[in-house]
């Protein structure tokens, strides 16, 4: 709530607006609201008696399927040629397959224009046995059923469906509702077999899809058994069960209405098989026209929306946009922008508050420039007396070395200390250039551990590995050099043993990575605290930490604050000093 209430109080253009469009709204959703009870149970009756509808031209198609099936058996009952075959004791084999010819093509002609009926068969006492489909036949088990039975001795047909096969010829993965009636000598009125008529199943299913999209239509037997579906599975057993409970005598030849919590049913008994065909209609379904006049009222009242936020803007707008654009513009200064010049666009209060907020911001803008070139020079100023510092401190070192060895008569080892004092020299020229690539930098380390291997043969030796990917890679200048000094100065020569320096260059796809290895003294838990506190902007500095903070300074200045200098060690084991930089191709920007 109290989030709420800071959101009008904090802004005088929203609580405007609110005032505005607030006595506008309340007529419209009152309106909407007696309009959305009076519609709704109207709508519901209207969907209920569609459903109804549609149930009652369902049951319609299938009677009318099911009575073109009843049909049928009558007509092959009056076939003369059928009535003498099943008056007929058979003891010529010709004429028996004679017959059986003759009556099969009876009832294929019977069969050929129902795409409906899967197959007509009469199955006699006296072993003729004839049928309208070409398939081989499969009866035995049907001959020794009670379905047969009750067909043979019953005036009344049968019904009975199968699944996934036929009832009297091998039919894998055809479902069928059979219509079994009762085959009867014209002449002696007494039984003389069974005719038998399938109807796909697939035709039932295709008449129960006449439906409410959202609900189903189930066709159920004279013992509750579910004999076909528009979808499987749904509303069948709470069908079953409320005709369980009520009796099948509940249901008549008009539609039923049994409300339920959270559907409908409706159920109609069929005219020719005393079959109940029962939709069950969703709830959600039946209200769904009222939810879409309840959209149509959202709908309205959006739109309404939409075309009061336009008035409503103009209306406040003239007065708010200048304190708007203020308001904007101080946001921007606290951001850095220092370049801001807002529009001043009248002469009265708050023109002349923008007026001085311009002259406010330009006076800003000059001595946060002013601010940055000092702080360039002084940078500058740093890393040109770290340069100072570490060429006459190096060059005396190294001459005094080659002083020695050219005295002790050892000329080849004092030539390559000048070599390499050479290559070091002119590499941190490098034309005046303060970044340079990596190839350049490494020629310049490896150009100083040299000296160095000389210089301190017997205490260490170095090994440098670079993917050549990172060979163009830009860095700025005397990266590397003050890091592998520290290691060798602090790391490797207070250290008992000999010691390894690894200098390895890895790509990252978006970075190349620096690691500076040694397995020198290491240090302590404080130390590296210390250490790593160093390279926080301001902190306090010893003289060691000067020269490792302007390396992770420039390279924060020139690439960003997700790149620089990371440290671990641990006493005893060693020191590594991680070093991430951008991945750019350089060397020719002088800073």
């Not at 008035?311 to 922008?337: C, F, N, Q």
């Not at 190349?512 to 902007?537: C, F, K, Y």
């Amino acid at each position: 709530m109290s989030r709420f209430v800071s959101f009008f109080r904090n802004s005088m253009q929203r609580r405007l607006r609110a005032y505005f469009i607030l006595w506008m709204i309340v007529p419209l959703i009152a309106t909407g609201l007696i309009f959305y009870h009076v519609s709704v149970s109207r709508i519901f009756e209207l969907s209920l008696q569609s459903s109804r509808q549609i149930i009652g031209k369902t049951v319609v198609a299938i009677d009318s399927l099911l009575n073109e099936a009843i049909r049928l058996p009558s007509l092959i009952n009056a076939d003369p040629d059928i009535q003498a075959m099943s008056d007929r004791n058979y003891t010529s084999r010709e004429r028996f397959v004679e017959d059986t010819r003759m009556g099969d093509q009876k009832l294929h002609s019977l069969n050929q224009y129902r795409s409906d009926i899967f197959g007509i068969y009469v199955l006699m006492d006296n072993g003729m046995q004839l049928k309208s489909r070409y398939f081989a036949w499969d009866v035995g088990d049907f001959l020794q059923s009670d379905t047969f039975n009750r067909a043979h001795t019953n005036y009344y047909d049968v019904w009975i469906a199968s699944a996934n096969r036929s009832l009297a010829v091998q039919n894998a993965g055809q479902s069928v509702i059979a219509l079994c009636a009762q085959v009867r000598s014209a002449v002696t009125d007494q039984p003389r077999g069974v005719t038998v008529i399938e109807i796909q199943h697939y035709w039932l299913e295709q008449a129960l899809r006449m439906q409410p999209e959202a609900g189903v239509l189930l066709l159920l037997n004279e013992q509750n058994e579910l004999i076909a579906a528009g979808k499987q599975g749904l509303g069948e057993q709470s069908i079953k069960s409320y005709l369980a409970v009520t009796g099948k005598s509940a249901i008549g030849r008009e539609p039923v209405l049994i409300d339920q919590s959270d559907c409908v049913f409706i159920c109609q008994r069929l005219e020719q098989s005393n079959w109940i065909v029962a939709g069950v209609i969703p709830k959600p379904y039946l209200n769904q026209s009222g939810r879409m006049l309840t959209l149509t009222i959202l709908a309205v009242f959006g739109l309404f929306l939409i075309v009061s936020l336009p008035v409503s803007r103009r209306a406040v707008g003239y007065e708010l946009r200048p304190i708007t654009h203020l308001a904007d513009g101080i946001r921007r200064l606290e951001k850095g922008g220092f370049d801001i010049t807002l529009p001043v666009e009248r002469g009265d209060e708050v023109g002349n508050l923008t007026a001085s907020f311009n002259t406010m911001t330009v006076r800003l803008h000059t001595l946060v420039a002013q601010n940055a070139e000092k702080q360039e020079h002084l940078h500058k100023a740093e890393f040109r007396a770290l340069q100072a510092q570490i060429k006459p401190h190096f060059l005396y070192n190294t001459l005094d070395s080659i002083s020695g060895l050219a005295r002790m008569g050892r000329a080849a080892e004092a030539v390559r200390l000048v070599d390499a004092l050479t290559v070091f020299f002119k590499t941190s020229l490098s034309g005046g250039r303060d970044i340079i690539t990596l190839s350049e930098e490494m020629k310049h380390t490896e150009s100083y551990l040299a000296i160095q291997k000389i210089r301190y043969a017997d205490i260490f030796s170095y090994q440098i590995n670079m993917v050549p990917s990172a060979v163009d890679c830009a860095v700025p200048k005397l990266t590397l050099q003050p890091l592998v000094e520290n290691a060798l100065y602090h790391g490797i020569k207070p250290c008992a043993h000999r010691c390894l320096l690894q200098i390895n260059v890895l790509d990252y796809q978006d970075s190349i990575q620096i690691e500076i290895i040694d397995n020198g003294v290491g240090m302590s838990a404080r130390q590296l605290t210390d250490l790593r506190a160093s390279l926080v902007p301001d902190a306090t500095l010893s003289s060691e930490g000067f020269g490792v903070r302007n390396v992770d300074e420039r390279i924060r200045a020139l690439m960003g604050k997700s790149y620089g200098l990371r440290f671990e060690s641990e006493p005893g084991f060693g020191t590594a000093v991680i070093v991430r930089i951008q991945k750019t191709q350089g060397g020719q920007t002088n800073v």
